[in-house]
């Protein structure tokens, strides 16, 4: 079935759910047919109302580089999206240069996208990809404006790994302040299937030269950095997630209760951990409701125009 919508022409139901198993083998680390998906997938977010500006030096080190993707149309100056991806914080899979369709997805939302590499396993082990996350944040305050972005209206997102590092910026203000930031430039933070707690892992040993020793274990877990006064949190999963279950999800949200901490928690069914992320990309995001719910909660998040204290828990 073909269909007109947006101006773009789109296949629906079969065809789109097979272009996102093509995009989510490419994600996972499959080579091949995943990677020429992926590759179209951007090619054809290549159409979208933005602006690109590649490999943008954040830091000192090759690795510490950024994209931004400016939307053409919108208000200005527009809030800011720092995006960082997943991968199980470890090399040897894809960094930021896949991720277009992300950056598509939200500058057709009127959202200014970030999107950071950081080092990572070998090349640093916890929390030197945390620290990068930090750098990249400064830089984002400092230089946006210049790109049409709102050095005040800054969130951070993440999938997977790339959750746990944007979770872990906002709850510990540790490494904003180290960095040279302010933690209050965050807006709020948008976790994808994020592993809020996931050590100690009798099952994960290869875990433990990035995060070990364990005497170490709880300063890498953001469940343990929940505290009053944080920015407000979306938090996304996806009912058929088996990488992260969804049993984490629950326990972050009984801890930001007992809190009494500022977040929206959703699920979607049919789903899993990847399928999450790929809903993102075009077609697939005119079947799901995953961008569509992101863009309201940071459009809501906007409007109050109220510091991460003074929101009430939706």
């Known amino acids: 079935m073909v269909s007109e919508m947006d101006g773009k022409r789109w296949i629906g139901g079969k065809a789109a759910g097979c272009l996102l198993a093509c995009i989510l083998a490419a994600v996972s680390g499959c080579q091949s047919v995943g990677m020429l998906a992926i590759d179209l997938t951007n090619t054809m977010a290549l159409l979208g109302p933005f602006h690109e500006h590649r490999n943008i030096a954040y830091g000192p080190d090759p690795v510490q580089k950024l994209d931004l993707y400016v939307p053409e149309d919108g208000a200005k100056p527009a809030p800011v999206v720092v995006f960082f991806f997943g991968g199980n914080w470890t090399q040897g899979y894809p960094d930021k240069s896949i ?3 992300v950056g598509d997805a939200l500058t057709s939302k ?3 996208v970030v999107a950071v590499n950081y080092r990572r396993y070998p090349m640093v082990k916890s929390p030197a990809f945390v620290r990068d996350g930090a750098r990249a944040v400064v830089w984002v305050h400092r230089h946006i404006a210049a790109y049409g972005g ?4 800054i ?3 993440g999938h997977s790994a790339g959750a746990q590092i944007a979770t872990m910026l906002a709850l510990n203000n540790d490494y904003l302040l180290l960095a040279g930031g302010n933690p209050h430039w965050i807006r709020g933070v ?9 050590l100690p892992n009798p099952q994960m ?3 433990d030269p990035i995060f070990g020793p364990p005497s170490q274990y709880a300063y890498s877990q953001p469940i343990n950095f929940v505290h009053p006064y944080e920015p407000p949190l979306l938090i996304l999963n996806g009912a058929d997630d088996t990488t992260v279950p969804l049993k984490v999800a629950h326990l972050m949200e009984k801890r930001l209760q007992q809190e009494d901490c500022p977040y929206q928690a959703k699920v979607y069914p049919g789903l899993d951990h990847l399928m999450l992320l790929g809903a993102l990309a075009f077609p697939v995001r005119l079947n799901q409701p995953v961008l569509g719910d992101i863009a309201a909660w940071v459009r809501q998040q906007d409007q109050t125009g109220l510091a991460p204290a003074e929101v009430s828990r939706q």
């Open 190 to 198: 948008i976790a994808m299937a994020g592993p809020f707690e996931f």
């Open 99 to 101: 991720y277009r369709f």
């Open 110 to 112: 009127g959202l200014l």
């Open 150 to 153: 709102d050095p005040d209206r």
């Open 155 to 157: 969130f951070l997102m």
């Open 205 to 207: 040993p290869w875990l």
